[in-house]
């Protein structure tokens, strides 16, 4: 069905992409094979990482300073409001 679940939880991955939509960047993003990620972003579909690299880029990344980002790991409110506010300077 198509009802909307206001609770449900959405992976990082899929939040980096809200937040690269967010920005503008999805054009860019598409092209994922001129991205090289970091080490510490994991488990990552194809479609994702372009918008895993400009978050990381902009330091806008959902995580905590200095763990691995897992984009098949739920994202928390926490990290999201931490990303979004950080994301803000960058929101025209």
């Known amino acids: 069905g198509n009802e ?7 992976t990082k991955q899929e939040f980096v992409k809200l937040m690269t939509n967010l920005l503008g960047y999805s054009d860019i993003a598409k092209y994922s094979n001129i ?3 970091p080490d510490e972003i994991t488990n990552i579909s194809d479609n994702a990482k372009g918008s895993a690299a400009i978050c990381y880029a902009l330091k806008i990344l959902p995580v905590k300073d200095g763990n691995a980002f897992n984009g098949s790991s739920k994202v928390t409110w926490a990290e999201a409001a931490s990303a979004l ?3 803000l ?3 025209k």
């Open 4 to 10: 909307k679940r206001g609770d449900e939880e959405i």
């Open 35 to 37: 991205y090289v990620l």
């Open 85 to 87: 506010y950080r994301a």
């Open 89 to 91: 300077q960058f929101i």
